[in-house]
């Protein structure tokens, strides 16, 4: 009977489950990121996540207990160096899960297991947008709308006052006939009367010269 068997023992004997878990320990520290089947990867991470707390402080009991696990230098290097500093700030989910899919063949649901702070694409997106430092207020907006509207409002001024001047050179007009008309009838008399003058002059002119010929 497997009572109180509670973590998945993922077909394999203990030996062999260890011997694989280890070796999937060194290809995670090794490449950052790496895919196989989702209950291989959760139990990857029960085995990682402890060893990587176990990093951050860097003593000899604390590397002799990891190579324990990972059995290769190279991955104790990269543990207590490279991913300690990438990753040590974090207290706790170093590594994330992403679902891919199902296999072919026996349908198993295939996964990627990675690092978390290694997949710059996801950081790019969880990076805030910057902020300005001034505030934005709705009086600020109401009076960026009122500047874009000013401009309108001149050109509709404009053309109002296109049509009023039209409509004052037309009344100016007649007033400008009125005073030359005016000033014509003004000067109209004086005219007439040296032209009168002119020709009652011409007349004894005339008279004078017809009384010579006689």
């Given at each position: 009977?497997?009572?109180?068997?509670?973590?998945?023992?993922?077909?394999?004997?203990?030996?062999?489950?260890?011997?694989?878990?280890?070796?999937?320990?060194?290809?995670?520290?090794?490449?950052?990121?790496?895919?196989?089947?989702?209950?291989?990867?959760?139990?990857l991470r029960k085995y990682i996540e402890p060893l990587i707390t176990k990093a951050?402080?860097?003593?000899?009991?604390?590397?002799?207990?990891?190579?324990?696990?990972?059995?290769?230098?190279?991955a104790i290097k990269l543990l207590f160096g490279e991913v300690v500093e990438k990753i040590g700030t974090r207290p706790g989910g170093y590594t994330r899960i992403i679902k891919?899919?199902?296999r072919l063949g026996d349908n198993a649901e295939m996964c990627i297991i990675e690092l978390v702070d290694y997949n710059e694409l996801l950081l790019k997106d969880d990076q805030p947008a910057k902020k300005s430092g001034r505030r934005r207020s709705r009086r600020g907006s109401g009076k960026s709308s009122d500047a874009a509207d000013v401009p309108v409002a001149e050109e509709v001024k404009e053309e109002k006052e296109k049509p009023k001047a039209k409509k004052k050179a037309k009344d100016t007009a007649p007033e400008e006939k009125g005073?030359?008309?005016?000033?014509?009838?003004?000067?109209?008399?004086?005219?007439?009367?040296e032209d009168n003058a002119d020709k009652a002059g011409d007349d004894a002119d005339k008279k004078d010269d017809d009384k010579k010929s006689e």
């Open positions: 009977m497997r009572h109180g068997k509670k973590f998945n023992h993922l077909g394999r004997t203990a030996s062999h489950r260890k011997a694989m878990l280890s070796n999937m320990a060194k290809s995670l520290l090794e490449h950052k990121r790496i895919s196989t089947t989702l209950a291989k990867a959760k139990e951050k402080e860097d003593t000899t009991h604390n590397r002799r207990i990891a190579f324990g696990y990972l059995k290769n230098k190279e891919t899919g199902f005073e030359a008309a005016a000033d014509s009838a003004a000067e109209s008399p004086e005219a007439s009367a």
